[in-house]
């Protein structure tokens, strides 16, 4: 009977033992926080220390997929101008980085042959009028039964020759820019246009002043960056979680701080095993001054999106390994700062979302900055610090 009473006195001071460590620990515990004691500041070192005081609110977070590409743009959106015939160059009227319209005229060029062109074409008219002529004779005389039926089918076969060599010059002319009413007006034109064939910008001059350029010969190219797209390699653990319309900011590496927006407009099907990556293409939208087909660029798009507390950045200190924020409450001309322990969760655009123990839930007005000024007024008053 004794040792039984001995092992259940021994089980309840065991017991008491253990409560008595969990309270000093939850003892120790509040006692941590409880050593950053709460802090009182008039208005004047509030307004001094720039403190600003406001209610905890909500913010979207978003998950950011990282990816990198370049810069790329449909076919249909680039063109190199070539002569449609030899000749030199007079006049160039646009630079690089200008920008054109489709059929302005970007520079003229200059050649006997252009004049020689229009006087053949003036002569291959006059000889197809003289053999209608001919013909519309012969044929006369035929029905006459006066007429030889070889010289008739000489002329015919002469004059439909002529109307096919009228033609194909009319046609050159045309390609050249010279109207040939004009020229059979005596209007006659010794320079020809080159025309940009689409809407864009002058990305690259090839030519100079008084150089021969023949017609497989590159002039200058021109490409329309409204249709310009970052072709992006993403990685196969992030691509289901990409979506066709999420926003997607880019950036240029060389170019820190500059920013362009844009959309998921595609996502390819075929998985490239070499590098782990799927193809992503974005539309590029608003701004797009300084990009070029074939930069480098990289970008993040914006994926899940998530509300949550948060603060500033300049509303949050660390402590001892540990966060804190500060609530306020304001009585008469002075302001009663009390730290509260909170649980980073993530950062983004100068934000910080936070996690509150259970029982501030509830949590209203805080220090949304200042809040390194706040510890250091607190450390004051613990030190006894004036």
């Excluded at 200008?98 to 002569?123: C, I, R, W």
């Excluded at 660390?318 to 969760?345: A, C, D, M």
């Excluded at 123990?357 to 949590?363: H, T």
Aim: with cysteine; charged share 25%.
């Amino acid at each position: 009977m004794k040792t039984k009473t001995y092992l259940f006195l021994s089980g309840v001071f065991f017991l008491m033992s253990c409560g008595a460590k969990t309270n000093e620990a939850e003892n120790r515990k509040e006692q941590e926080t409880s050593d950053m004691v709460k802090v009182v500041l008039t208005d004047e070192q509030v307004h001094k220390l720039n403190i600003k005081v406001d209610d905890l609110a909500e913010f979207t977070f978003t998950e950011s997929i990282d990816g990198n590409g370049k810069l790329v743009i449909s076919p249909q959106s680039e063109a190199t101008i070539t002569p449609q015939i030899g000749g030199n160059i007079k006049q160039i009227l646009v630079q690089e980085g200008q920008t054109v319209s489709k059929g302005q005229t970007v520079a003229y060029l200059s050649h006997p042959d252009f004049a020689n062109l229009q006087t053949q074409y003036l002569s291959a008219l006059n000889r197809q009028k003289y053999l209608r002529k001919e013909y519309e004779r012969q044929t006369m005389m035929m029905n006459e039964g006066v007429g030889a039926g070889k010289d008739y089918d000489r002329t015919k076969s002469e004059l439909q020759i002529a109307n096919g060599e009228l033609s194909m010059l009319s046609a050159q002319l045309g390609q050249m820019g010279i109207s040939p009413s004009a020229v059979l007006n005596g209007n006659p034109k010794m320079n020809i246009t080159v025309k940009s064939p689409i809407n864009g910008t002058v990305e690259q001059v090839d030519v100079q002043m008084g150089q021969f350029v023949s017609p497989e010969m590159s002039m200058m190219k021109i490409a329309n960056t409204n249709n310009i797209f970052a072709d992006l390699k993403i990685f196969q653990r992030d691509i289901l979680k990409v979506k066709v319309g999420q926003m997607v900011t880019l950036e240029l590496p060389n170019a820190k701080g500059t920013t362009y927006k844009g959309k998921v407009y595609s996502i390819g099907k075929t998985f490239n095993a070499e590098t782990q990556t799927v193809d992503v293409r974005v539309h590029i939208e608003g701004e797009r001054t300084g990009l070029i087909a074939g930069m480098y660029i990289q970008a993040q798009i914006a994926a899940n999106m998530s509300k949550m507390k948060a603060v500033p950045s300049e509303a949050i200190v660390e402590e001892n390994g540990k966060s804190y924020i500060f609530t306020s409450l304001r009585q008469g001309k002075t302001w009663q700062f009390s730290p509260i322990p909170v649980k980073k969760i993530k950062e983004e655009r100068g934000l910080v979302a936070i996690e509150l123990p259970e029982s501030k839930a509830n949590l209203s007005q805080i220090a949304q900055s200042g809040a390194y000024y706040i510890l250091s007024e607190m450390k004051k008053g613990e030190t006894g610090e004036e």
